[in-house]
């Protein structure tokens, strides 16, 4: 499977992907921003707790992913 990056036009009509890469993180950079292991990270990938795609057998995780799960915590903590 081929990741297909659709760039996205600026002001000055110049098309750029690395805006979009820029917010994709690896595993361990996920891990490293959540401030926790790499394997807890590998397990809450995983079980799907944090949501992620894989491109071959390497899971990369928009950093969006990252901010719904806190948000999802955050609201499952204001609930109680």
């Not at 690395?18 to 995983?46: F, P, Q, R, W």
């Not at 928009?62 to 109680?80: A, C, M, S, T």
């Amino acid at each position: 499977n081929k990741l297909k990056v659709i760039g996205i036009t600026g002001s000055y009509g110049k098309t750029s992907s690395k805006n979009i890469l820029a917010d994709v993180l690896n595993v361990k950079e996920s891990a490293e921003a959540m401030n926790m292991g790499i394997k807890a990270m590998y397990d809450m990938l995983k079980a799907g707790t944090i949501k992620s795609f894989m491109i071959g057998n390497k899971y990369l995780i928009p950093k969006v992913f990252l901010e719904d799960y806190i948000n999802e915590v955050r609201q499952g903590l204001q609930n109680r």
